[in-house]
């Protein structure tokens, strides 16, 4: 829907519908190589937690402004398992400052603003849980 604001062609609720069963593909994918794979025992809550928040985004009636409490969480978790480093402060005060845009969806705006201004912590939320993923199915002996 938020690509039929911008003029594309043929964003409807078929459309819809396909886009929402590519989230769950990709979510189911996610799982099955997950539990195929041999995840370290200290990684497994990640690997979890961004699953489900992968299927989290097949829901089209979820308001963004709960959605980034997972999110965040698990943000959290990747910053404390990674080296204390400044690069490591930034990107994590990066993730945070995106996964908290926010403008409520009442407020008299241009509804393609409120589209990109919503993407932002949707594609943040992608992004931490696509981390949490490669991070937790790291063989053993490869360093974080």
């Not at 459309?15 to 794979?37: C, H, M, P, S």
């Not at 204390?84 to 400052?97: E, K, N, S």
């Not at 409120?114 to 949490?132: D, E, K, M, N």
């Amino acid at each position: 829907f938020k690509l039929g604001l911008f003029g594309v062609p043929g964003m409807s609720f078929g459309a819809a519908k396909i886009v929402g069963w590519g989230y769950t593909l990709v979510a189911a994918a996610a799982t099955l190589f997950a539990g195929r794979g041999a995840l370290r025992d200290d990684r497994k809550p990640l690997v979890w937690m961004a699953i489900l928040i992968l299927a989290t985004l097949r829901s089209p009636f979820l308001p963004q402004t709960y959605a980034v409490f997972p999110p965040l969480w698990l943000l959290t978790l990747l910053g404390a398992i990674a080296a204390p480093t400044t690069r490591t402060l930034a990107m994590v005060l990066f993730g945070w400052a995106a996964l908290n845009v926010y403008w409520p969806i009442d407020w008299p705006i241009d509804p393609r603003v409120l589209a990109v201004s919503h993407a932002v912590p949707q594609a943040a939320t992608v992004a931490v849980a696509v981390l949490a993923l490669r991070r937790g199915l790291q063989p053993e002996g490869v360093p974080a």
